[in-house]
């Protein structure tokens, strides 16, 4: 496992630096939804931090007895009513998708005083069976949710999956860019070097790193 996690950070690297970028330029998100421990464990005895999870309970049960050794993300749809967990256990929130939502975690950051950094999801393809605001209305959503005080990092995608991601990839940077938003979590197992000539600062990475979920 090692070997692999030590060969994923060498391909993000050689990326980065193929794209004109430091080498350090962008960070690995492990994403260790519904891994087993047997297959975490090694990664994070191998010296990675940064971890993705799709939900809010199943990162509580695995997460919390280490919670001061890692940065933990919430990359999967956030429900309202999990909020408040998320806002007290998460360091960021990469699924903003949805007025209510930014209204309720605006209430939760003000109550809890504690901010996830937040990513606004944006539904790049426009599919209608995959959560994020339209391309066309991101603009409007990034300025109401700073009109909430929330903090604002930067944008997440997930590219239909029979296309090719990187006009979906440059126009995510390209709506980030226009916001002034630094931060680009885009780019999975398949697609995270296109991801990261694109711009990606951040890659979440799952099947290539822990193999298929059982």
């Not at 999870?53 to 749809?77: D, K, Y």
């Not at 069976?129 to 909430?148: C, E, M, N, W, Y």
């Not at 938003?181 to 099947?207: H, N, P, Q, W, Y």
Request: glycine share 8%.
């Amino acid at each position: 496992m090692s070997d692999v996690y030590t060969s994923i950070l060498t391909r993000i690297r050689a990326a980065a630096l193929a794209a004109g970028r430091p080498a350090d330029a962008v960070t690995l998100v492990a994403v260790s939804k519904l891994q087993p421990w047997d297959h975490i464990a090694p990664v994070l005895d191998a010296g990675q931090r940064v971890f993705g999870e799709n939900r809010v309970q199943e990162a509580m049960g695995r997460w919390s007895e280490r919670r001061s050794e890692v940065e933990l993300r919430l990359i999967g749809p956030l429900q309202s009513n999990k909020a408040r967990d998320a806002v007290a256990f998460f360091d960021v929130i990469e699924s903003l998708d949805r007025e209510k939502l930014a209204r309720v975690l605006a209430d939760e950051v003000q109550a809890q005083g504690r901010a996830p950094r937040l990513f606004v999801q944006i539904n790049t393809g426009e599919e209608p069976q995959k959560a994020g605001v339209s391309p066309g209305q991101a603009d409007g959503f990034i300025a109401l949710a700073r009109s909430l005080d929330l903090p604002l990092e930067g944008l997440m995608c997930i590219p239909p999956a029979d296309q090719d991601p990187a006009p979906h990839f440059r126009l995510l940077g390209e709506i980030a860019a226009r916001n002034g938003l630094s931060k680009l979590s885009m780019g999975m197992s398949d697609d995270f070097e296109t991801a990261i000539a694109c711009g990606a600062t951040s890659v979440r990475v799952g099947s290539a790193l822990f193999g298929a979920r059982t």
